[in-house]
């Protein structure tokens, strides 16, 4: 069972990044995918999530309407776009699989992180 992220990077206010976390191990059919990222000094926090039916995704109020997750059943990937990024996005981003919810507890599958760094 493994969750791999890849995809972050250093960029400028305002630019673009996709984050990708490809599963492997198992069928995820049957779990709820989200994003999940932690600033230095703060806990993890719920970014968005989706179900692999890409019914209904949800996000944090912090990244409405900038953020957009996608899946891709045949390659067991899930996307994050990250547009008109922001200093405070700054943060090591995890996807995680588990229960529908923004509780990190009730996630039983973690990626290793991948750093996201917005220069201002």
């Known amino acids: 069972v493994q969750l791999q992220a890849s995809g972050g990077g250093l960029v400028q206010a305002g630019g673009s990044l996709r984050l990708s976390c490809a599963a492997s191990g198992r069928t995820f059919s049957s779990y709820y995918m989200a994003w999940f990222r932690q600033a230095p000094g703060k806990e993890r926090e719920f970014v968005g999530g989706i179900h692999w039916t890409g019914n209904n995704p949800y996000y944090a109020d912090s990244v409405k309407g900038r953020f957009t997750i996608s899946r891709d059943n045949a390659k067991n990937t899930v996307y994050l776009q990250m547009n008109s990024l922001k200093a405070e996005d700054t943060a090591v981003y995890y996807c995680?699989?588990?229960?529908?919810?923004?509780?990190?507890?009730?996630?039983?599958?973690w990626g290793q992180g991948t750093l996201v760094t917005v220069s201002s």
């Open positions: 995680a699989a588990g229960r529908t919810s923004t509780l990190v507890q009730l996630y039983d599958y």
